[in-house]
């Protein structure tokens, strides 16, 4: 296609891109077919040269009414219309009123952007228009762990994979760690002198599938997994007992519980009976507990009835929300409101779970600052939802409806990969003032001290697969990023809490620097940080790895993360088996000989840092010294998975698997008196800390 194509030409203007460049450096180019299967289902159809017309025509057509939302920083200036020098009034959220006159600059007009940020009303002749008057950037490290320079650490936990100290002692325990374990590791790890604690997602799912357990293809993003709710964090121990007792006669929670894999369709089930249990004699609870309930519900409003009913309904129809009656597809028709009014036990009963998720959730983060925690949980965003789920249902109008968001093909995955995700529609996102982006943040940044925004890539660019193609032959779809980073700040700037972006794979020119600009942290995982290719080494082959010292000092440092190989698993080859296993390759010899030149690189840059000794890297993997070696960085936070501090082999997730590995299963050894009271793990801590107080 010529520059000149008029196809060409539609797509950029809809932010298609129409090239893209691969892991490699190579360009390539995105087909017709493709490109039109994009701009199909964004509403801009180019099946023929008319409608190619028409829409690049639709999409010329000039801009004749204020934003929706205008997003501004402190300290700016906002160009409005017109050439005529008028008064203007700024509303602040406040209840404050501030006026003023207009100024002339150049061909344009302007008004000073209030200095404090907010979301305020701008008002003149003939214009109105909402603002969102963001910082200049998000709350730094330093001042929110005070301190000069940040040096914290902290743990990651998958969520799931937790156990209780003492299960007798937690009736619900039942197969998989909640809400209740999380605050418990919270405590001992404050206690320890961690400053954060990186958690799994904990969006909704689907109360009816319980089996469908990835913490990333989510039912919503503006609400709770119920089957992380701990019950003990409303009812007293012997309640819980009582209805644990009357639904588990057989002993099976007790069962679950002992197992290394968690089968979460007997689990979840077993859970959600217990929920159900509670709720029957709720409205006896005592009355401080029942107006908390009532106030939530609330404070919820049409969001969270729609999600409610979605379960209802979810549950009886047990199919694709696409493939209900027409009326039920609509949540705001009268039938859908008919069903969720003559099912209002039900509908409550998901309320009252969600009710209890957050209570619980809200708990482990107090537990976590009570026990001197600096900043707390770390919640994870994930980037996109499930197309059969509640929110895809309930807020049609924000939703790409048949593109799948993916990633291309690259080093580490290369078939690429389809995750079967909906995207927010960038142009709907902009039409309602952001709001389903701002309502997300704050779902996610209500109950804890910090946000890691999964794939932020996707805030500039997501690669998006159209229905039957492969991930291969998908394209770049562009997203207001700008405005989007500074929502991300204003709503930071109100919860105070820390930003940090996963900023790994295929990285745009500046992207980088945009992020740290506006006080975003990148992420640094040690696998990736490597000398180029390019450069000598002792490695037999392998790139040497950078040395502490020089490792970004604007990103939070850690030894991997769910997708990638544990310490111990890449020090096997783990990782290795799995690829020749799905991938035909390396094969065995040559896994073998990769294995050991990684390893050789590995151990001279822990022998440069003086964190070993000898030439030749042992067979055990030397977890307690690649700890110490990130530790040792410049990052304000260095985080620690749970699965490294307790020497687990396999990954929490293997992308591109589903029934092959066991992804978002596996949970953690038992320990008595809990896992941070292991002498082997609390010495791998010990060495975090003595690398984290080096200057």
């Known amino acids: ?179 209740g374990a999380l605050g418990e590791l919270a ?63 057989d002993g099976r929670a007790a069962a679950l519980e002992r197992a290394a894999l968690i089968d979460w369709q007997a689990a979840g089930t077993l859970r959600l009976a217990l929920l159900r249990k509670l709720y029957d004699s709720f409205d006896r ?168 925004i999964d794939h932020i890539l996707g805030l500039a660019r997501l690669w998006v697969v159209p229905p039957g193609a492969t991930p291969a032959a998908g394209a770049y779809l562009r997203y207001p990023l700008d405005d989007m980073l500074r929502l991300i700040a204003l709503e930071a700037w109100r919860h105070q809490s820390l930003v940090v972006g996963e900023n790994l794979g295929t990285v745009p020119a500046g992207f980088n620097d945009q992020l740290a600009q506006h006080g975003i942290l990148g992420t640094s995982v040690l696998w990736f940080q490597t000398e180029p290719l390019s450069a000598v080494s002792s490695s037999h082959g392998h790139p040497a790895f950078l040395p502490p010292q020089s490792w970004p000092s604007d990103a939070i440092a850690m030894p991997d993360t769910h997708d990638l190989p544990t310490v111990r698993g890449w020090w096997e080859g783990r990782d290795l088996y799995w690829r020749e296993r799905l991938y035909r390759e390396p094969d065995g010899t040559h896994a073998e000989r990769l294995c050991q030149a990684r390893r050789t690189a590995l151990w001279s840059s822990l022998r440069a840092a003086g964190l070993v000794r000898g030439n030749d890297p042992p067979s055990d993997p030397p977890i307690t010294a690649v700890l110490s070696f990130v530790a040792a960085t410049a990052a304000p936070l260095m985080l620690a998975p749970l699965e490294d501090l307790a020497a687990i082999a396999e990954q929490p997730n293997l992308p591109g698997t589903i029934a092959q590995h066991p992804n978002w299963r596996q949970r953690l050894p038992t320990m008595q008196y809990g896992l941070l009271h292991d002498p082997a793990l609390r010495a791998r801590i010990q060495a975090i800390k003595a690398n984290r107080s080096a200057p």
């Open 1 to 179: 296609m010529s520059a000149a194509d008029p196809l060409t030409e539609l797509a950029e203007a809809a932010g298609v891109a129409t090239r893209w460049t691969d892991a490699s450096g190579k360009p390539r180019g995105v087909s017709a077919d493709t490109l039109r299967a994009v701009l199909r289902a964004m509403h801009l159809p180019a099946d023929t040269p008319a409608q190619t017309y028409d829409s690049l025509s639709a999409l010329s057509e000039p801009v004749t009414t204020p934003p929706a939302l205008a997003v501004v920083t402190t300290g700016s200036r906002l160009r409005i219309p017109g050439v005529r020098r008028r008064r203007y009034r700024i509303q602040y959220e406040n209840g404050t009123c501030a006026e003023g006159q207009t100024n002339r600059d150049d061909d344009h007009l302007s008004v000073p952007v209030p200095d404090s940020p907010g979301y305020h009303h701008l008002e003149l002749d003939g214009y109105s228009c909402r603002l969102a008057v963001a910082p200049s950037r998000c709350p730094t490290p330093k001042q929110l762990l005070r301190q000069d320079p940040p040096r914290a650490w902290g743990i990651t936990a998958q969520i799931y994979s937790l156990r209780h100290a003492d299960p007798l002692r937690h009736p619900a325990a039942g197969g998989y760690g909640d809400f």
């Open 187 to 249: 405590g001992d790890a404050a206690r320890l002198g961690a400053d954060a604690l990186a958690i799994s997602p904990v969006h909704a799912m689907f109360s009816a599938e319980p089996g469908a357990c990835s913490p990333y293809s989510p039912s919503s993003r503006l609400f709770l997994n119920v089957l992380y709710a701990d019950p003990g964090a409303v009812f007293r121990a012997d309640e819980v007992r009582t209805a644990m007792a009357a639904i588990d006669g």
């Open 285 to 452: 609870a005592a009355l401080a507990p029942r107006e908390a309930y009532a106030r939530f519900r609330q404070a919820g409003g049409d969001a969270l009835q729609n999600h409610a009913v979605f379960e209802v309904l979810h549950a009886r129809h047990t199919t694709d929300w696409r493939k209900w009656p027409d009326a039920l597809r609509d949540p705001r028709s009268s039938r859908t409101r008919g069903f969720g009014a003559a099912h209002e036990r039900e509908v409550g009963f998901h309320i009252f779970a969600q009710w209890l998720a957050r209570t619980s959730l809200e708990r482990a983060q107090a537990n976590a600052r009570d026990a001197g925690m600096r900043l707390g949980l770390i919640a994870d965003l994930a980037v996109g939802t499930d197309p059969r789920g509640s929110h895809a249902w309930s807020q049609q109008a924000d939703i790409i409806e048949g593109l799948s968001i993916g990633a291309p093909p690259d080093l580490h995955n290369p078939t690429g990969q389809q995750w079967g995700l909906a995207a927010f529609s960038p142009y709907a996102l902009r039409e309602r003032g952001y709001g389903p982006f701002i309502e997300m943040l704050r779902a996610v940044l209500a109950s804890t001290g910090g946000i890691r």
